[in-house]
T-cell receptor, first 115, second 111 residues
């Protein structure tokens, strides 16, 4: 069973630039969620994708956008980067089911630094 | 407005003793509560969960207690082991896998 993989693991960007982060979900999982973890904070829900459609969004501006592909992998795009976007970005996969217990499988994260 | 709070940023416990990690929440509509453990340079991993219709769930050395009237849950680790040293996140959900996390408690288990 292949776990959740994310790329790149680390990257540095400057203010105003754009970034794309990638995630491959665990085999058998059809739902991908993205979380932002700032330093000293817990992960914050950005959005979730199910069947290639956005399925819920947290309190993040529209410059945070995403995609899910037919193989359930996903991308997180952030435009017009700001210094506060510096964080660990976590991808998590799960199986969409009738009773959601909240058990997610996380990747190791992509650490973004914005200078 | 933080719906899930972990007021202790760190906890230090001797090996073999009990570790108790606490979490408070404000939203009475949450129906699942979870604990995740995170080692440095790794993603969080699921540890244990509890449904809001229960008050206790046990899995080996780990037990989670839920007090709905106080909107409080706790994670007990007995006995604590050095490998348990990590950051522990409390999380809550409302029949969804979109989780709301606390800020975490760093547990250090020393010999």
């Amino acid at each position: 069973e292949t776990g959740v993989t994310q790329s790149p693991t680390h990257l540095i960007k400057t203010r105003g630039q754009q970034v794309t982060l990638r995630c491959s979900s665990q085999s058998g999982h059809n739902t991908v969620s993205w979380y932002q973890q700032a330093l000293g904070q817990g992960p914050q829900f950005i959005f979730q994708y199910y069947r290639e459609e956005e399925n819920g969004r947290g309190n993040f501006p529209p410059r945070f956008s995403g995609l899910q592909f037919p193989n359930y992998s996903s991308e997180l795009n952030v435009n017009a980067l700001e210094l506060d976007d510096s964080a660990l970005y976590l991808c998590a996969s799960s199986r969409n089911q009738e009773v959601n217990t909240g058990e997610l499988f996380f990747g190791e994260g992509s650490r973004l630094t914005v200078l | 407005d933080q719906q899930v709070k972990q007021n202790s940023p760190s906890l230090s416990v001797q090996e073999g003793r009990i570790s108790i990690l606490n979490c408070d929440y404000t939203n009475s509509m949450f129906d699942y509560f979870l604990w995740y453990k995170k080692y440095p340079a790794e993603g969080p991993t699921f540890l244990i969960s509890i449904s809001s219709i229960k008050d206790k769930n046990e899995d080996g050395r780990f037990t989670v207690f839920l007090n709905k009237s106080a909107k409080h849950l706790s994670l007990h680790i007995v006995p604590s082991q050095p490998g348990d040293s990590a950051v522990y996140f409390c999380a809550a959900s409302q029949n969804t896998d979109k989780l709301i996390f606390g800020t975490g408690t760093r547990l250090q288990v020393f010999p």
